[in-house]
């Protein structure tokens, strides 16, 4: 059954960005950012009831609370070390976000500009580096322009597909990034190069708006689907139970 009402641009990018824990099974969900925290709810709450999530901090939630919400329920207790040992046996699927990321899937988050003499600096490395060779791996980007999608990354912290290449099978074996999703569609690297190619496009935004803010050739099949519509059921759960307060209409504009 789908939509009979309205639906949102941010709510597209729920749906889009629960569709990638799709399958996983048990395993721990990572998300960075609001509409990401969202979609592993909605996830979580329909086809995927075995993912792990947790507080933020070290409790695995038993229950699935409204975003911003203390959980009723918890599951377990997870401290930074075994936090570290999921991520190295790769029982993690985290959603990061993006300063910039290129073709081939390289991530920065740490700093804009020349590394001697950034002109902005930002979060750091991280762990990214860990994520990307370790477990599998996906991208939020909720502003999609050229600033963003570049041709290549001033630092390189979450690791492509290129250079997990080149640096043989200690870095490729485990080596998987699952989707990166956007304001205006989402992507994959399904291609023969491992480049990323525009796999829809959400409803009211066109392939040229998306080429347009991209810096990179983009692979773009013949025909580009339009991103899942939502069932009523998860309209119902992300609107009256995982986020009542509509906080993911900050995060993405309509």
Not at 72 to 95: K, Q, T
Not at 202 to 225: C, M, N
């Given at each position: 059954?789908?939509?009979?009402?309205?639906?949102?641009?941010?709510?597209y990018?729920v749906?889009?960005?629960?569709?990638?824990?799709?399958?996983d099974?048990?395993?721990?969900?990572?998300?960075?950012?609001?509409?990401?925290?969202?979609?592993?709810?909605?996830?979580?709450l329909?086809?995927?009831?075995?993912?792990l999530?947790?507080?933020?901090?070290a409790m695995?939630?038993?229950?699935?609370p409204?975003?911003?919400?203390?959980?009723?329920?918890?599951?377990g207790?997870?401290?930074?070390?075994?936090h570290?040992?999921?991520?190295?046996?790769?029982?993690?699927?985290?959603?990061?976000?993006a300063?910039?990321?290129?073709?081939?899937?390289?991530q920065?988050?740490?700093?804009?500009?020349?590394?001697?003499r950034?002109?902005?600096?930002?979060?750091?490395?991280?762990?990214?580096?860990v994520?990307t060779?370790?477990?599998p791996?996906?991208?939020?980007v909720?502003?999609?322009s050229?600033?963003?999608?570049?041709d290549?990354?001033?630092?390189?912290?979450?690791v492509?597909y290129?250079?997990?290449?080149?640096?043989?099978?200690?870095?490729?074996r485990?080596?998987?990034?699952?989707?990166?999703?956007?304001?205006?569609?989402?992507?994959d690297f399904?291609?023969?190069d491992?480049?990323?190619?525009?796999?829809?496009?959400?409803?009211?935004?066109?392939?040229?708006?998306?080429?347009?803010?991209?810096?990179?050739?983009?692979v773009?099949?013949?025909?580009?689907?339009?991103?899942?519509?939502?069932?009523?059921?998860?309209?119902?759960?992300?609107?009256?139970?995982i986020?009542?307060k509509?906080?993911?209409?900050?995060?993405?504009r309509?």
């Amino acid at each position: 059954m789908t939509a009979t009402t309205t639906t949102t641009r941010a709510e597209y990018c729920v749906v889009a960005c629960a569709e990638a824990w799709r399958g996983d099974g048990e395993i721990l969900a990572t998300p960075m950012g609001t509409v990401p925290a969202i979609g592993a709810r909605l996830a979580r709450l329909t086809f995927s009831p075995d993912l792990l999530l947790t507080d933020g901090e070290a409790m695995i939630l038993g229950d699935t609370p409204a975003v911003g919400a203390k959980a009723e329920v918890v599951e377990g207790w997870l401290p930074y070390r075994l936090h570290l040992s999921m991520v190295a046996g790769g029982r993690r699927h985290v959603m990061m976000g993006a300063s910039q990321i290129d073709r081939y899937g390289n991530q920065n988050i740490s700093c804009i500009g020349d590394w001697s003499r950034p002109d902005r600096q930002l979060l750091g490395v991280r762990g990214a580096p860990v994520n990307t060779v370790n477990n599998p791996t996906s991208y939020w980007v909720p502003r999609h322009s050229p600033r963003v999608f570049v041709d290549k990354v001033d630092m390189v912290c979450g690791v492509g597909y290129d250079r997990a290449a080149a640096a043989g099978p200690a870095a490729s074996r485990f080596h998987e990034i699952r989707r990166v999703v956007s304001d205006l569609g989402v992507f994959d690297f399904e291609t023969p190069d491992r480049t990323m190619r525009l796999r829809s496009v959400h409803p009211g935004v066109s392939v040229e708006q998306v080429l347009a803010a991209t810096a990179f050739p983009l692979v773009v099949p013949d025909e580009v689907p339009a991103t899942r519509e939502p069932t009523e059921a998860e309209l119902h759960l992300i609107r009256e139970v995982i986020d009542p307060k509509r906080l993911r209409d900050r995060e993405v504009r309509s």
